[in-house]
Nanobody, 115 residues
Framework: VQLVESGGGLVQPGGSLRLCCAASGFTFTGYVMSWYRQAPGNERELVAR????????NYADSVKGRFTISRDNAKNTVYLQMNSLKPEDTAVYYCNARWGVYGYWGQGTHVTVSS
């Protein structure tokens, strides 16, 4: 099982980034896919979640209207489009796959929002 995140980096406030998470080794279409983040000194928190078919999404209040989660089940990939980025969005972003009690994590990708 692998979840490989990419797309992080340094961006100025107000800018955009698109994170990608490529999945392999499990039946992607059956899993709920989520993005979490963890800032230094903070606990890991849920950012966005997509149902297995992609028809239902949930967002943390802090990112509603700015971030969009989407998935391409044909490519076994989940995305996080992040717009209007703020310094408080700085964190390591992790991809998560969950099906019942089974869950997998990626290694994380760093996002730094700074001028």
């Amino acid at each position: 099982v692998q979840l490989v995140e990419s797309g992080g980096g340094l961006v100025q406030p107000g800018g955009s980034l698109r994170l990608c998470c490529a999945a392999s080794g499990f039946t992607f279409t059956g899993y709920v896919m989520s993005w979490y983040r963890q800032a230094p000194g903070n606990e890991r928190e849920l950012v966005a979640r997509s149902s297995s078919a992609g028809g239902s999404t949930n967002y943390a209040d802090s990112v509603k209207g700015r971030f969009t989660i989407s998935r391409d089940n044909a490519k076994n990939t989940v995305y996080l489009q992040m717009n209007s980025l703020k310094p408080e969005d700085t964190a390591v972003y992790y991809c998560n796959a969950r099906w019942g009690v089974y869950g997998y994590w990626g290694q994380g990708t760093h996002v730094t929002v700074s001028s």
